[in-house]
């Protein structure tokens, strides 16, 4: 009669401790929904990332291959002008 008591119990004790790690330990739902968020925002900051080193890229290749980029350049950021030319910008 007594073993009639025991399994049971040692049975519904292995279902909470199965349902606790579930619940609440390694890797757990709640752990396993966290990491999937973690995931989601890296992702996404991996595109913006990637969008960044692409036109970076496009602005080095174009820097290596025509001068146009670089008297581009020169012009914007250090006012640069060509003998007998008048610079005028305008700010927005």
């Given amino acids: 009669m007594r073993s009639r008591v025991v399994v049971p ?3 519904v004790l292995l279902l ?3 349902q606790w790690q579930l619940w609440n330990g ?3 739902v709640r752990s396993v ?3 999937e968020d973690k ?3 890296q992702k996404a900051a991996n595109a913006k990332a990637v ?3 692409d036109r970076l890229t496009a602005e080095v290749r174009d820097l290596r291959e025509g001068l146009e980029m670089v008297e ?3 012009r914007q950021e250090l006012g640069m002008v060509k003998p007998n030319e008048v610079f005028v910008q ?3």
């Fill in 72 to 74: 581009e350049r020169a």
């Fill in 33 to 35: 929904a966290q990491l």
């Fill in 39 to 41: 995931l989601a925002t």
């Fill in 9 to 11: 119990i040692v049975l």
């Fill in 26 to 28: 390694r890797g757990s």
């Fill in 16 to 18: 909470v401790f199965l």
């Fill in 90 to 92: 305008i700010t927005r």
């Fill in 51 to 53: 969008v960044i080193n």
